[in-house]
């Protein structure tokens, strides 16, 4: 059984701190990895994908990947209220796979306290 | 362009009871995917379609049926709803389904509860 574990939460943070936001994933083959923004209600939002390992920066995200240690992690720099919510993230569920195979953790929830 | 719509918004059932859940979206994607999200937990993947006529069990697919006549449409049936189908149930699509660069897009998400 492929598993993705996240920290529920909830992690709290003051405005204008990082946060740190992190996953592991239990299939060694997985390939491809995303971080989904949930607000409360809503539906899920593609914030992040990373393939390599390594850093991606997006703005105020940064996602890294580290395959070796089959972790993933996800920073906001400069938190803000507006980024409270509950923080997906999914993993491709095989080698060559469609995203058919996605497999998503828990999720953790972030609080931006002002 | 309307991106993906799901209805209804809410919908209580009984035990026993059928209904379809719509989906559609209108940006020509080939694929398209129906999870379900229990409080507190993430998303498991229910069906999905890589195109009209082809479809695929994901990781949750008893007590549901799909199809996909046409390549906007993917409703979603429940027959013989039961309480462990209480949860909220998303549509998604995507373009080419790719593993690598693809992305998903949601629907608002259709919440069910069966008493």
């Known amino acids: 059984q492929k598993e993705v574990e996240q920290n529920s939460g909830p992690l709290s943070v003051p405005e204008g701190a990082i946060a740190s936001l992190n996953c592991t994933y239990s299939d060694r083959v997985s390939q491809s990895f995303f971080w989904y923004r949930q607000y409360s209600g809503k539906s899920p939002e593609l914030i992040m994908s990373?393939?390599?390992?390594g850093d991606k920066e997006d703005g105020r995200f940064t996602a890294q990947l580290n395959k070796a240690s089959q972790y993933v992690s996800l920073l906001i720099r400069d938190s803000q209220p507006s980024d409270s919510a509950t923080y997906l993230c999914a993993v491709n569920g095989g080698l060559g796979g469609s995203q058919g195979n996605l497999i998503f953790g828990k999720g953790t929830k972030l609080s931006v306290k002002p | 362009n309307a991106g993906v719509t799901q209805t209804p918004k809410f919908r209580i059932l009984k035990i026993g009871q059928s209904m379809t859940l719509q989906c559609t979206q209108d940006m020509n994607h080939n694929y398209m995917y129906w999870y379900r999200q229990d409080p507190g937990m993430g998303l498991k993947l229910i069906y999905y379609s890589v195109g009209a006529g082809i479809t695929d069990k994901g990781e949750v697919p008893n007590g549901y049926n799909v199809s996909r006549s046409t390549t906007e449409d993917f409703p979603l049936r429940l027959e013989l709803a039961a309480p462990s189908q209480t949860s909220v149930y998303f549509c998604?699509?995507?373009?080419?389904?790719?593993?690598?660069?693809?992305?998903?897009?949601f629907g608002p998400g259709t919440r069910l509860t069966v008493l």
């Open positions: 998604a699509s995507s373009l080419t389904g790719e593993w690598l660069t693809d992305t998903q897009y």
């Open positions: 990373i393939y390599s390992n």
